[in-house]
């Protein structure tokens, strides 16, 4: 009788998904998000969303939760008062970084704040050397001396990054002692704990990120889990990170850099199992909000990791979902420029006021108000009918957008949703063609608040022929919550040549790692036959300094072993690059182990096909500007809960629900498969 | 050319297109970057990709290095002038280094060019260049002692590679190895330009793509003169001293600098080139104006040829600012920076308010060089950050490149080891930022140990002549060096023994307006952080600690 519950909280809504184990039964439940403090949202909404299926919290199997609050207390310098330990000549490093300046050409352009003031940037002497030899040993007293005076300033948390300190930890584990000694009180972050791999900037980055949210995630996990025992939760509740699993509150609560890219990563992974019930093995995500668009690609349904992203102009290394954002969405504002063009994003209106069409008060056009104009979104109403818009006003703001421009008003409206959906093109083509994928052998999927209203005019410009728009596209993420696995990601850097030299170092590397995995996945309480470890090796050409990764196959490092690198190394190569550098060396430089604890996780259950006509969900029928015709036709509107599996709806049409709106163009068709995604389709 | 006299297309198809062209010239450098095997353009990324239209005009240029602009743009006419059109092919590959004959603008910068063919028409360039780090310890008294020079020469000739001609250049080189596959890294570059250009030109159609180009480059020349336009008309004069630890005495050069409705004059006056490697030839002056003027007037302008048709640049020939041959250019960006800070200067008499003080003003580069115990020679090129000019309404950038030049520093992890090399401090420096109501940014110090025996060299600027302020804003800090002896001259090559410890310091950026202006604040907090000492809170700021 067991229920599972994702609940996802964003900066508006929290959304909750519920699914019935038995049935196969999912169930969608909005509430408003409470931003000072998210817990009391997202009980609520656990509460509310149990009570619409007649269940409590004792009745729940599993219960995933997505949340920004690192990531906005990131974006929005709420972190501690963060102290950082350095080696001696280095307290700089933090604030020089890669010596760039944050604009080529704009000169009044900031650096990100430094999350650590000059004066609490200590350093203490100590070196190690490229082998991990130890030059000048640390000085204890040094460092006491240091903690002393960092104690006098009262702060909350504390970095240590050592150089070399991914290769031999010795220095920053005896640091770890003598500060739980001197300051046992401060959340203490070290590099080779948060991120242990080469390059010291994105290290030391990543390290102090982490310290500067530690604090801040404790106290809301703390009080979430108050929340949760209050309502009788049972279970041990898990968190999202940035590579698409889950962790226990425990570790996400010392890992809080974890996650700060968490937010649209559930979505992929539910994109992820989406497809593969509908036999989809190759997609291209793509989810778009009211400021910005999410695309990651899957390959045979996987989606890659990276190991390193700017977020908000902070370097961070942990492994995250490949997933590229760009400053495009339904609240974009377009204008002209004084060169006489027509620009789109990235600023946006934002949720208020909002665009013009909400007359709340805007006057300069957005993605929202074109498709207002265009009446692809519904000129009276949106959001199921909660909320009323005003095409007069989208029509005046664009009509003087078009004056500027020379066009007419529905030429500057349809250009609108052009130059966006170019820009959005961009982002596709950075994650696909840049990383030696063709568009063309993949299908889009399209999700988000205003995903599936961009989604055909996109796989036009790119070529791709189908569309998937699943269900719930607007609740995806809270959907992500229940397909996927617990997951840890480890690494180490051991710089190695590829061949039987190396075979004793890759061995320990590996038990090291699997050590690790195995004492995390005891302490998430996960059963032997539950786990499941993944190795891989990120190589390169000896004398580059950026990785591919490769597969390695499970069972003992043989001479087949390095075979097989050799193999998928040239290969990832040749996709990436176009070429191998015959006879060069390869080199290993870190070696990872990805650690998952199967779950049981939503299973949905194919529905009998009823034919073709899909007349029974046709609520109406709307002139809708369509560029091909250069002039509105008239469409079909449908409503997405009425459509049944096997119908077909001929473009053009409108797919109309609560949560989204989804364009059909002339050329295409819409059908609806056995899961009701709906899967456009350009007419044989 | 004007904007008017061509055909028009719509402004909505030439942004998605211009889109096109943008991600093709970011996917090149990237592939650039992440195949190279130097640690000047894997780490560093001292390298720039680019579009050419099929006139040999700029048509879109990756943001990498704005100083590369001048690498590209004699190559294309030198290659048209060289060579007959007709007889050049799909798959040729041409290479090119040479200041005089139409390469970049110092030997190391290797410019590879492909000519992009669709349907048998040439649609356009695909261009890209990176620094090798090579040629180094060599003489700079003219042109021929600073390395093999490279006229354009086909590299590959329908696809086929010229092996004598690869041979003939690699054994030119210190450090064959890595100029082979750097090399490569090149040619994966413009491989991938040339399929996704002739991916773009069949999905929309030649004829479009073309006109879209041409559109792009009017569309910056738009944006350039409404830039100019809002300018008062007049002449703006200004004048500063450049001088250089290669040079024994300090130089004075000079702009003028004429607005007249939508166009800009910009007259550079300098004395005499040297026997020494500082002088700019004229794609160097002009990579140095563009990137200026752009930077103050519109930094949204795209780089593309457009943005230069407004203005119109000159220097005396034969002058350190407009060098003739055999003049030396291997520091050019030395004098180059200070182009900048003329430009700088005479614009914000101009635009007042909407200029930074002055920036550290250099190029600050430290050459080590040795022979490994297998005989190979080993060569290590860093790019040292300062300060960054304090800002109307803002405090400088710390620790940060300014003007031509954007390379990223080397990690220490990956410096120590590559090269016999031990870095000691990497920090910013006490009373090195201008003071102002807003301050400079700081200047860097950077020490290091030889581990063995090696030689080197620095290329500074700013030694005497300090970075100003603007406004009532003080100078900044100059340029220190210590090779860890009692040396006062630190021009040429010297030999570094093991152990020896030398020392770099870059300057810091002016300051803007009065100091008594800053707020008792951030002086307070800038006494803290100890990035100002006691003595200047008190004489500058008048604030006791």
């Known amino acids: 009788m067991a229920w599972r519950i994702g609940v996802d909280s964003g900066g508006t809504f929290t959304d909750v998904c519920l699914f019935d184990e038995d049935s196969g039964k999912v169930e969608i439940w909005k509430v408003s998000s409470t931003p000072d403090d998210p817990s009391r949202g997202i009980t609520t909404g656990v509460v509310e969303g149990l009570d619409q299926v007649g269940k409590t919290a004792k009745d729940l199997s599993l219960l995933g939760h997505g949340t920004t609050v690192a990531t906005n207390a990131l974006i929005e310098l709420r972190g501690v008062k963060t102290g950082l330990i350095v080696s001696d000549g280095f307290r700089d490093l933090l604030e020089i970084g890669r010596q760039k300046r944050p604009n080529l050409y704009d000169m009044m352009a900031e650096k990100p704040e430094q999350l650590v003031s000059r004066d609490l940037r200590r350093e203490v002497p100590e070196r190690m050397k490229y082998d991990g030899s130890v030059d000048v040993p640390l000085d204890v007293d040094a460092l006491r001396a240091e903690l002393q005076l960092l104690a006098g300033e009262d702060i909350k948390s504390l970095a240590v990054c050592f150089l070399y300190g991914f290769l031999n930890t010795e220095h920053e584990e005896l640091a770890k002692r003598v500060i739980a000694e001197e300051l046992p009180d401060v959340f203490v972050s070290t590099s080779h704990d948060v991120a242990p791999e080469f390059r010291e900037f994105e290290r030391l980055s990543t390290t102090v990120v982490n310290a500067y949210l530690g604090p801040v995630m404790q106290r809301y996990i703390r009080r979430l889990k108050e929340n949760l025992d209050e309502i009788g939760l049972e279970i041990a509740p898990q968190l999202t990170q940035s590579n698409g699993g889950v962790i226990g509150f425990d570790t996400a609560a010392n890992l809080p850099v974890r996650t700060v890219l968490s937010g649209p990563s559930t979505g992929v992974v539910a994109a992820q199992a989406i497809g593969k019930m509908s036999g989809f093995d190759n997609i291209i995500t793509f989810d778009v909000g009211g400021t910005s668009s999410d695309v990651a690609l899957l390959q045979n349904g996987v989606c890659q990791l990276t190991g390193e992203a700017d977020v908000h102009g902070y370097p961070i290394k942990a492994p995250m979902l490949d997933i590229h954002t760009v400053g495009a969405g339904g609240g974009s504002i377009a204008n002209v420029d004084t060169g006489g063009l027509l620009k789109v994003g990235p600023r946006s209106a934002g949720a208020h006021p909002g665009p013009v069409c909400y007359g709340l008060g805007s006057t300069e056009p957005t993605v929202t108000d074109a498709n207002i104009v265009l009446q692809t979104l519904n000129p009276v109403e949106i959001l199921g009918g909660r909320m009323k818009v005003r095409r007069d006003l989208a029509v005046e703001s664009v009509q003087r957008l078009a004056d500027s421009l020379g066009l007419g008003v529905m030429e500057a409206a349809q250009g609108i949703i052009s130059v966006v959906t170019a820009n959005m093109a961009k982002a596709i083509r950075v994650i696909s063609v840049q990383r030696g994928h063709d568009p063309r052998d993949y299908a889009l999927m399209a999700f988000g608040g205003a995903g599936p209203l961009h989604a055909a005019r996109l796989a036009r410009e790119l070529d791709m022929g189908k569309v998937i728009v699943p269900l719930t596209p607007g609740t995806l993420c809270a959907l992500g919550l229940l397909l996927t696995d617990l997951r840890a990601d480890f690494a180490i850097s051991r710089l190695l040549p590829l061949d039987d030299s190396a075979r004793d170092a890759i061995e320990s590397g590996f038990a090291d790692l699997v050590g690790q995995a195995e004492a995390w996945l005891d302490n998430e309480g996960i059963a032997e036959d539950r786990r499941v470890l993944t190795r891989t090796a990120d190589m390169r050409y000896m004398g580059q300094n950026y990785e591919l990764s490769v597969a390695v196959p499970a069972g003992p490092i043989t001479a087949e072993t390095f075979r097989q690198l050799e193999e998928g190394f040239e290969a990832a190569h040749r996709q990436r690059f176009g070429f191998i550098a015959e006879g060069e060396q390869i080199q290993l430089v870190t070696l990872r182990l990805e650690a998952a604890g199967v779950v049981n996780k939503a299973e949905f259950k194919p529905q009998p096909e009823e034919g073709p006509d899909a007349s029974a969900a046709q609520i109406a029928t709307r002139d809708v500007w369509m560029a091909e015709a250069g002039d509105f036709v008239p469409a079909g509107v449908y409503a997405r809960e009425k459509l049944r599996p096997g119908n077909v709806i001929e473009g053009p049409a409108i797919v109309e629900q609560m949560d989204t709106t989804t364009v059909i163009l002339p050329d295409m068709t819409g059908t609806v498969d056995p899961y009701l995604n709906l899967i456009l389709e350009v007419k044989a | ?545």
């Open chain 2, 1 to 545: 050319m004007s904007a008017q006299d061509k055909k028009p297309i719509d402004p909505i198809t030439v942004e998605v297109i211009g889109s096109a062209l943008q991600s093709i010239v970011e996917e090149m450098g990237e592939a650039l970057v992440r195949a190279s095997y130097s640690t000047n353009i894997k780490e560093r990324r001292d390298c720039s990709t680019a579009l050419f239209d099929h006139r040999g005009n700029t048509l879109c240029q990756a943001e990498h290095i704005p100083m590369h602009l001048g690498s590209f743009l004699g190559v294309i006419p030198a290659i048209r002038e060289r060579f007959d059109m007709e007889d050049i092919k799909a798959g040729d590959v041409f290479m090119a280094n040479d200041a005089y004959a139409g390469g970049a603008t110092h030997l190391p910068d290797i410019v590879l060019a492909e000519p992009i063919f669709v349907g048998g028409q040439l649609v356009a360039w695909a261009v890209n260049t990176a620094h090798h780090s090579d040629f180094a310890d060599r003489g700079h008294q003219h042109i021929y002692q600073e390395g093999l020079r490279i006229p354009p020469v086909r590299l590959y000739r329908e696809g086929v590679l010229n092996n004598d001609l690869q041979e003939m250049f690699l054994l030119n080189c210190q450090v064959p190895r890595e100029r082979i596959s750097d090399l490569r890294a090149q040619m994966s570059a413009n491989r991938l330009c040339v399929q996704r250009m002739t991916d773009l030109c069949e999905k929309y159609g030649t004829e479009k793509v073309l006109a879209a180009g041409d559109a792009l480059q009017d569309y910056a020349e738009r944006k350039m003169r409404a830039a100019i336009a809002a300018i008062p008309d007049g002449t703006y004069r200004f004048e500063d001293q450049f001088d250089s630890n290669q040079w024994p005495d300090a130089m004075t050069l000079k702009v003028d600098i004429t607005v007249t409705g939508d166009e800009m004059l910009l007259a550079f006056d300098g004395p005499p080139q040297v026997r020494g490697g500082l002088n700019l030839i004229y794609t160097s002056l002009l990579a140095a104006a563009y990137f200026t003027v752009k930077s103050v007037l519109d930094p949204s302008v795209l780089p593309n040829a457009g943005l230069a048709r407004p203005l119109s640049v000159t220097a005396p020939k034969g002058s350190i600012l407009n060098c003739a041959h055999p003049a030396a250019v291997e520091g050019r960006i030395a004098a180059s920076q200070r182009v900048t800070d003329l430009v700088y200067g005479a614009l914000a008499k101009a635009l007042p308010g909407k200029v930074m003080a002055a920036g550290n003003g250099c190029c600050t580069g430290a050459t080590f060089n040795g022979t490994d115990e297998d005989g190979g020679i080993w060569v290590y090129l860093e790019t040292i950050g300062g300060g960054g000019g304090a800002r109307p309404s803002a405090d400088g950038l710390s620790g940060i490149h300014v003007g031509l030049t954007n390379t990223s520093n080397l990690p220490v992890e990956a410096l120590e080891l590559e090269y016999p090399l031990t870095l000691l401090r990497y920090e910013l420096v006490q009373d090195s930022a201008g003071q102002g109501e807003y301050r400079g940014g700081m200047g860097v110090r950077r020490v290091y140990r030889a581990e063995k025996a090696c030689r080197f060299t620095v290329e500074s600027s700013r030694v005497a002549s300090r970075p100003w302020g603007l406004e009532g804003g003080g100078k900044a800090g100059g340029a220190i060096l210590d090779f860890g002896d009692d040396r006062t001259d630190f021009s040429g090559m010297v030999d570094l023994k093991p152990g020896q410890i030398v020392s770099i310091t870059t300057p810091g950026g002016g300051g803007y307006g009065d100091p008594s202006g800053r707020t008792k604040d951030a002086v307070a907090r800038d006494l803290a952080e100890g990035r100002i000492s006691p003595e200047a809170a008190r004489t500058a700021y008048g604030v006791e600690a």
